[in-house]
């Protein structure tokens, strides 16, 4: 499009719709667009090259590997690291600011730390678990972000602080341990995080991919911290998922596209999964028994953290936005606080207060995106009403033709709704 609209131009000059001044303009634009376009399609296969590099040595070592003497594999192993090394003093002292050099050495980099150590540990034959490896090799990587500026070296440090949380917490024998050196990792990358992109308002790929892995690990990780706390800790994840919301509708965080506003889209899956989960009423008559007390108080206090910061939160954005710039999934975490006391002693109950809370924030949802007039916000909505079916379907005792008919309205309401939003956006044009 922009190429014919180019050649265009000096038909355009000639017959006097514009003037010379104005195709300059035009032209400059799209010749600036085209040039950021490859610049990110450049940055893209450098990283792609950089990692095949890494994985193509690798293969070739392993080939003749069992040949090769323990001095030999030794240097083999370091030889990646020192280029990796020199490449980066190379960007800093000349220097080199282009994004796909930096990104590319980057990505090497982090490769080269990881053969490395497994190198010099297997020559050596040092002992250590999977989740030991991949700590080191991650708080090793953690200076290049700094150095570098790396988008993609924020994105495979946040990758391997989750595995190794995964790997200590949940894939381990006994999966008892709380990872705390996953919190400590994250504490030394979100410095990065907040000083590239969300202090200059730099709402670019990187900042979108980051932000998607920063959420989901957070998502995966906090119930490391769980332990012997039972069902209790899901205030913890429903406060989060309502601070997550909140940080998706403040101007630091929110994004032009919803997709690309993951703390919103994730903050808001999580409230309405947390809820369905809590709308059966085995969720309220299940405990576990505790067997720990140090952990259980561990538990104990992240819940009673991320509750009150909440809280703070949401008094402050309440202050400078009032109850109709608030999202209602923001406030969440209080309903679900208050209906916990209760549904603990009456599980019946609870179970019924949280079902009407799905379909209020359904209902709220449907006309949120009406009003905005986004088909997306509208069917989620709906979707929410029929995951809340769905969800009776399997604990109601209600007849297969009563559960058809509500299927049926459902589906009613999905072409309805879909339909006359469009037919008035249709008279609007």
Same mark, same amino acid.
């Given at each position: 499009m922009s190429k014919h609209l180019l050649r265009a131009l000096p038909e355009l000059v000639a017959a006097g719709i514009i003037d010379n001044e104005t195709a300059e303009r035009i032209r400059l634009h799209y010749e600036q667009k085209d040039g950021a376009s490859s610049n990110r399609l450049f940055i893209v296969f450098g990283i792609l090259g950089a990692l095949l590099v890494g994985l193509g040595i690798v293969l070739i070592l392993a080939h003749n590997w069992d040949d090769l003497s323990r001095i030999t594999k030794v240097v083999i192993g370091l030889i990646p690291l020192l280029v990796g090394q020199v490449l980066t003093g190379w960007l800093i002292l000349k220097p080199i600011e282009d994004r796909a050099w930096r990104e590319g050495v980057g990505a090497f980099l982090f490769c080269a730390i990881g053969v490395s150590i497994a190198i010099v540990s297997q020559a050596y034959n040092m002992g250590g678990s999977l989740a030991d490896f991949l700590l080191t090799w991650t708080v090793l990587s953690v200076p290049i972000? @700094? #150095? &570098?500026? *790396?988008?993609?070296? $924020?994105?495979?440090?946040?990758?391997?602080?989750?595995?190794? %949380?995964?790997?200590?917490?949940?894939?381990?024998?006994?999966?008892?341990?709380?990872?705390?050196?996953?919190?400590?990792?994250?504490?030394?990358?979100?410095?990065?995080?907040?000083?590239?992109?969300?202090?200059?308002?730099?709402?670019?790929?990187? @900042? #979108? &991919?980051? *932000?998607?892995?920063? $959420?989901?690990?957070?998502?995966?990780?906090?119930?490391?911290? %769980?332990?012997?706390?039972?069902?209790?800790?899901?205030?913890?994840?429903?406060?989060?998922?309502?601070?997550?919301?909140?940080?998706?509708?403040?101007?630091?965080?929110?994004?032009?596209?919803?997709l690309s506003n993951s703390f919103l889209v994730v903050g808001?899956?999580?409230?309405?999964?947390?809820?369905?989960?809590?709308?059966?009423?085995?969720?309220?008559?299940?405990?576990?028994?505790?067997?720990?007390?140090?952990?259980?108080?561990?538990?104990?206090?992240?819940?009673?953290?991320?509750?009150?910061?909440?809280?703070?939160?949401?008094?402050?954005q309440f202050q400078s936005k009032g109850w109709g710039g608030m999202n209602t999934k923001a406030f969440s975490f209080l309903f679900f606080i208050a209906i916990y006391f209760i549904a603990v002693q009456t599980p019946l109950a609870g179970a019924w207060l949280i079902n009407f809370c799905v379909l209020a924030l359904a209902i709220y949802t449907i006309r949120s995106g009406a009003r905005q007039n986004h088909l997306g916000i509208l069917n989620y909505g709906l979707l929410i009403i029929t995951a809340?079916?769905?969800?009776?379907?399997?604990?109601t005792d209600l007849s297969f033709v009563l559960r058809g008919l509500l299927f049926i309205v459902v589906g009613i309401g999905f072409f309805a709704a879909n339909y006359y939003m469009i037919k008035q956006r249709r008279a609007r044009s």
């Open positions: 972000i @700094y #150095v &570098l500026g *790396s988008g993609i070296v $924020v994105m495979l440090c946040l990758g391997g602080a989750t595995w190794y %949380a995964c790997e200590l917490s949940y894939f381990s024998y006994l999966g008892t341990d709380a990872a705390p050196m996953y919190w400590v990792l994250l504490a030394t990358i979100v410095p990065y995080y907040y000083r590239a992109f969300l202090l200059p308002q730099r709402k670019n790929n990187f @900042y #979108v &991919l980051i *932000s998607w892995m920063f $959420v989901i690990s957070l998502s995966i990780c906090l119930a490391t911290v %769980a332990e012997n706390t039972g069902r209790l800790f899901m205030i913890a994840y429903m406060s989060m998922y309502s601070l997550f919301v909140m940080a998706g509708e403040s101007d630091m965080f929110k994004t032009g596209r919803v808001s899956l999580g409230v309405i999964s947390i809820l369905l989960i809590a709308s059966f009423t085995d969720f309220w008559e299940w405990e576990s028994t505790p067997d720990g007390t140090a952990y259980k108080l561990i538990g104990m206090a992240v819940i009673a953290g991320v509750a009150l910061l909440a809280v703070v939160v949401l008094f402050r809340l079916i769905v969800c009776r379907f399997f604990d």
